[in-house]
């Protein structure tokens, strides 16, 4: 099986290829940013593993409090200001700070190749 990765700056056509590749040659497509949000989620694991490292105000909620998301620009701002990162790659940082959410991306790739197959 041939597997093509797609990529490129914003507005550069990445999304029209896609849509042709799926519509025209019926092939399956693996969204990445799709994948992504998925993880993050409110209720995963990621979600909450966001909330309690980087505090739980960033939670958005809804009329009734139900939560539903997260402030994504305090979370960039606390991400990249705080002081355990100074000195630090963000890799390392970040793997240290919410540990194994990437493995949960891994494996949802592996189901939607498995079902797109």
């Known amino acids: 099986m041939l597997i093509v990765g797609l990529t490129g700056g914003i507005a550069t ?14 092939l399956p497509i693996i969204d990445a940013d799709i994948l992504a949000r998925t993880t993050v989620e409110p209720g995963t694991r990621t979600f909450k593993q966001i909330l309690s490292t980087f505090r739980e105000d960033l939670a958005l909620r809804d009329e009734q409090g139900t939560i539903t998301g997260f402030d994504c620009v305090e979370l960039g701002k606390r991400v990249f200001s705080g002081d355990e990162v100074a000195g630090l790659g963000f890799i390392p940082w970040i793997y240290n700070k919410i540990g194994t959410s990437h493995i949960h991306t891994l494996s949802l790739t592996h189901t939607t190749t498995a079902t797109s197959t």
Do not use: A, F, I, P
């Open 13 to 26: 056509g990445k999304s029209t290829v896609s849509t042709l590749l799926q519509q025209k040659h019926h």
